[in-house]
């Protein structure tokens, strides 16, 4: 289908120039002579047909070329979920590079919204990750780096952020029900907009972290640093949860709780 309309399309300014210098060709490679229907006024009239032609058959090229594209899209897209989901059952060294580039070439063809529950990123260094309207629901991140990640309206529980470093964050409505962030590095992390109940932050570095307003029901912060971590307006924060915490210094706490 290529070839067509490149074919195609050196044939029209070849059209063009025959048409525009026809005097000039019908006098020197074409004599104004007859031979029985094949004259001057045979050869105007093909040219015309011609033109009629070469622009019916690049309408119809370039129809037929979006077409399969588009179908080409359509089953590439197909081969990219399908390995998507076998990958969850492979268990080799390179898992974790193959599943990253199948992830990003989806989202090149199909935009932010993907579904890859239980993929395995692990050990990889990821940045710019936006995904939108997403299921990543127990995903493993294990000891990767997110660099600046935006996740919009993305269903991330029981996803597994042990040794894993989240940097430059943007997260709005996510659910984290049940993940694990255990030794996580989530420095000044805004969990403002997200659903964190059953989530466990073992040792974690939560300094200046940010859990304004959520509900912190079933919430593990044992041995976690909490330094200038901010939990104002935070349901469901005990005493018992920040007392398990390595430091709390300088913590901003929900009215009516002390340590």
Request: hydrophobic residues 45%.
């Amino acid at each position: 289908m290529k070839f067509t309309l490149f074919a195609l399309l050196f044939l029209i300014p070849m059209l063009v120039l025959v048409t525009g210098f026809w005097d000039f060709v019908n006098k020197i490679i074409l004599p104004n002579t007859t031979w029985g229907l094949y004259g001057r006024d045979f050869f105007e009239n093909l040219l015309v047909e011609i033109h009629g032609a070469v622009f019916d058959l690049i309408i119809v090229g370039v129809v037929l070329y979006w077409l399969e594209q588009r179908r080409n899209k359509k089953t590439d897209l197909k081969g990219l979920r399908q390995d998507l989901e076998d990958l969850r059952f492979y268990c080799g060294d390179d898992v974790s590079y193959i599943t990253y580039g199948k992830l990003k070439r989806l989202i090149s063809l199909a935009g932010n919204s993907v579904s890859i529950p239980e993929a395995k990123l692990n050990s990889l260094d990821i940045k710019d990750l936006n995904l939108k309207s997403s299921n990543i629901t127990a995903a493993v991140f294990i000891g990767s780096r997110l660099n600046s990640p935006l996740f919009t309206d993305v269903k991330a529980d029981a996803a597994n952020f042990i040794d894993a470093k989240i940097q430059h964050a943007t997260f709005c409505n996510v659910s984290f029900r049940r993940a694990k962030f255990i030794n996580a590095q989530l420095k000044g992390v805004d969990f403002r907009h997200c659903r964190i109940e059953g989530s466990d932050f073992t040792n974690a570095k939560l300094q200046s972290a940010i859990f304004n307003g959520v509900n912190c029901k079933g919430v593990s912060f044992k041995g976690a640093n909490l330094r200038s971590t901010n939990f104002k307006n935070a349901t469901n924060l005990t005493r018992e949860m920040l007392l398990e915490a390595e430091s709390v210094a300088y913590v901003k706490l929900p009215k009516g709780l002390t340590i």
